[in-house]
Structures are given as C-alpha cells and as structure tokens.
C-alpha cells in the first residue's frame, strides 16, 4: 500500500464559484477538545457496566484490573491515533486513515458499515439509556412503557439533530457543560466511596482475587464491556479540520481527557464495591441508583438526575462525530454527494447530520438492534486494528513524512495485538450467528462499491434530487481545511 494523493474530482464543483472560502469553521481548541473526549467517553457505561464487568471476571480485584487495563488500551489507541492525526490533517477518524494508506475499497466498506450500522446503532443504544432513565422519573416502583422509552429517544435524536444543524458552538458549549456535570456526578461518587472506605467498608476487597474466572473468552467479554464505557477515546480525530492548531491540540487533549476520566472510573468502581457486596452489585439494575439509595439516602433522585445529562452529552458527542464521518466520506465520493455539502449560513454538515439521525431513527423503531451493539466491538476493533497496522506501516516505511508528534513504535504495536484478540477471542470461544450477519453486511458493500464508486455510475434522476435537495436545504459544497 502507499498513500494515496487526494482526488480533486468533486462532482459539484462548477456549483459554487467561492468554495475554496467556504469551509467549516476551526472552533475546538484544547479545553473544547478535552471535554468532547471526556464528554462522549463518559456516557451509560460506567454506570451500567461495572455489574457486567464483575460478572465475567467473578471478583472485585480482577474487575478493577480490568477497568485500568481497558483505560490503558484506551490511552496507548489515542496516542497512536494523535500521531496519525499530524501525518493526516483530515477529518474523518479511521475512514480517512484507511482511505489514505489502504486505498479506496476498504475505506469505502468502513465508512458502509460505520455509517448505516455501527455509528446510529451507538447513537440509538445511548439515547434508549438516556430515555429509560428520564422516564423512570415518571414511573416510580414499576417498569416504563416501552412505547414512551422509544418517543422519548426519539425526540432525543431529534433535538440533537436541530442543536448540531444550527451552531457548532452552540454543540461545544453543551458538551463542555454536561462534561462539567457528569464528571462532578463522578466526582461524587468517588468521595462518597472514599468516606466509606475511611470508616472501615472494606469487606468487598478482603480476599479480592478469590474466585478469579479464567478463560479466553470471558476476559475478552469483560473487556467489551469495560471498553464500552471507554468509547469515544478516537472521537476528536473526527473532527481535525475543526481544531485549533491540531498538532498541539490532538495530543494534548487526548493527554488529558484519558487519565482524568480512567481514574474517576477506578475511584467510582472502588466506590460501588464500598457501598455493596459484590452479590448486591450483580442483582443490581442499575448500579449508580443503587448506590445513590444506600448512600445518599433521600437525596439518591440527584443520581438519576447526572445519569440523564451524562447520557445526553455522550449522545451529543456521538451523534457530532457521527455526522462528521458521514460527511468526509460523501466529500470523498463514498456517498451521495448531498451529504459532503454544508449549510450556507450556519457553515455545519446539516445533510449528514440528517442521514445519521434518519439511520437512529429507524434503530430505535425497529428496537431489535441490542445484539448489534454487543456485537459493535467486535467490527469497531477489527477497524481499530487496520487503521494502528496503517500507522505501523507509515513508521517503518516512510519514517520522512512530517510529524510534529511521535509514539513510541511499543504503543501501537500493544493495540494491535490486543485488537486482534478482542476481535477473535469471543469469535473463537463463543461462536454466533450474528458475527457472521455483521461480516456478510460488511461484505455486502462490494455490491454498492463498483457501479457508484469505481465506475462512478451516476443516474441522472439522482443528480437532479441533489440539486433539489441543495435548494431546500440550503447547502453548498465546501473546501477542506488543510492545516
């Protein structure tokens, strides 16, 4: 493979005499960076997942291992990915790394699979969590209906679509301030846990490694699930055209965001085993409203309240970046070309954005998609493992590219190996019928890849749609923003 040079076809380009001024703004410096970070990472994870993380690992000792191990490949993933984000100053995540080092038929079946499957069903896992907390509010000592949880992701997406239409400062001001709040709501717990600590609440660590579950399979499920409260760790590198100076930025955030939110993750996981014995852990629902009762007592509805924000300011950090990888992959001529357009006025990938809430949408109708979540890792880490071997490939073969930040070649090195057993160790101990559904729709990109994209097979009754469509949504084509 070798790097591709960037096309400049751009089917649109006799539409607009001044593109090369019209661009998305560069909005996002190193606080607005962290907080988009911390902010998506932070989301229903940690307090749902701890429950299923001391399932599969059988005690709190190897479960806290766990969750520092999950912070760590987390970290080593985002160093590697700030290195390739200084080589590549694009926007788009994997897409364009992979589009740029692989060539166009690999990028073109991530960006299939990432936009119409994994990204919405993330988006839609994330707003049900959102909505299953706001509506328990109303629904004291029994379980919501399931057609009110539903309207009420619903109208979550739908908000979200018009906040990201409007203003991308209006978006990074919200997510700065539900960052501030669910990492306060974290904060919290964690003293909590260490007052409890400090009056003797140890029973749950005494013996700690006693019952250790061991396995290949087990470990790699306990991974999943502690990753999933991770996720987010990749998300600026969707966004590189729209940071501030990104070679300082993109390490420096990512510097930050990680650690901070890793420990809070430990010291709230450290907290819940001082507040419950593990066996009260495991029947619990939902872990962090347990804790709220036994330790804050008439004040517990305060937990609840940060869960809702918590997962509405991920929701929003998921469905920012989600927009935008619709987005890049339309400008390269991966999908139709309305979706590469911005809007004249409020300069943000308003089609894109609608493609991805419309995707969402259908997710939460349909309802069925909670084994494709599960099963999201699983594709996230095979990508993840192909974009790391693309930045092994750069480093060894073309060491001469400008960089103005370098990691050691050990860290990329670690993230491959453990994508490469978090793809295959559940694969291999656990085998499904669903792993096999996700690679043939994978796969079934191909079909779509060689008329529209290879041979650029464009009917003209689609050409005419987008030109209405420009027209009613008030679009233009853009210019990237080489840094």
């Known amino acids: 493979p070798t790097m591709r040079k960037r096309k400049t076809t751009d089917s649109s380009a006799d539409l607009s005499e001044g593109k090369e001024n019209f661009r998305l703004k560069q909005e996002v410096g190193v606080i607005s960076g962290v907080s988009f970070i911390a902010g998506t990472m932070v989301g229903s994870g940690i307090f749902m997942s701890p429950e299923w993380v001391l399932y599969h690992m059988g005690n709190p000792a190897s479960s806290l291992l766990i969750w520092a191990s999950c912070g760590l490949l987390a970290m080593c993933g985002a160093l590697s990915y700030a290195e390739l984000g200084t080589i590549i100053k694009e926007s788009g995540g ?36 959102f909505a299953e907390y706001t509506v328990a509010i109303f629904y004291p000592g029994c379980s919501s ?83 999933w409260s991770f996720d987010g760790w990749n998300n600026l590198n969707y966004i590189t055209e729209e940071l501030k100076k990104p070679e300082v930025t993109l390490p420096r955030a990512v510097m930050i965001a990680i650690p901070l939110v890793t420990c809070l993750y430990l010291l709230v996981n450290v907290s819940y085993f001082a507040a419950m014995a593990p066996s009260e852990l495991l029947s619990s629902g939902a872990v962090a409203v347990t804790w709220g009762y036994k330790v804050l007592g008439s004040w517990a509805w305060l937990i609840s309240l940060f869960v809702v924000l918590s997962t509405f300011g991920s929701s929003n950090g998921t469905f920012f970046s989600g927009g935008r990888l619709c987005y890049i992959a339309a400008r390269e001529g991966h999908m139709p070309d309305i979706l590469s357009m911005a809007h004249v006025r409020c300069l943000t990938p308003a089609p894109a954005l609608m493609f991805t809430s419309a995707m969402s949408l259908i997710m939460i109708i349909s309802g069925s998609f909670t084994t494709i979540v599960n099963f999201f890792s699983c594709i996230a880490w095979f990508f993840y493992g192909m974009t790391i071997s693309g930045l092994l490939y750069l480093k060894i073969k073309k060491p001469e590219l400008p960089r103005s930040y370098k990691v050691p070649i050990v860290i990329p090195i670690i993230v491959l190996l453990a994508a490469v057993y978090l793809v295959f160790a559940p694969i291999i101990d656990q085998p499904e019928m669903e792993f096999l559904y996700i690679v043939l729709f994978a796969l079934s990109g191909v079909i779509f890849y060689f008329p529209l994209v290879r ?14 469509l420009q027209l009613l949504l008030e679009v233009a084509p853009t210019a990237r923003n080489i840094n």
Do not use: D, W
């Open 145 to 227: 209906p399931q057609i009110v949880i539903k309207s009420t992701a619903a109208a979550c997406i739908l908000l979200l679509t018009i906040i990201n239409c409007l203003n991308v400062k209006l978006v990074t001001s919200i997510m700065n301030i539900f960052t501030a709040a669910k990492l306060l709501a974290l904060l919290m717990i964690a003293v909590g846990g260490l007052v409890l600590l400090a009056q003797g609440h140890t029973q749950s660590f005494q013996n700690g490694f006693q019952n250790t579950t061991a396995g290949i399979a087990p470990i790699g499920v306990a991974f999943y699930q502690g990753l």
């Open 94 to 129: 994997e897409y364009i790394y992979i589009l740029r080092i692989f060539g166009p038929l690999p990028a073109f079946l991530f960006a299939y699979t990432s936009v119409i499957l994994v990204r919405p069903g993330g988006l839609a896992a994330v707003c049900l969590s």
């Open 455 to 468: 041979f650029k097979y464009h009917p003209r009754f689609l050409q005419r749609i987008t030109l209405h």
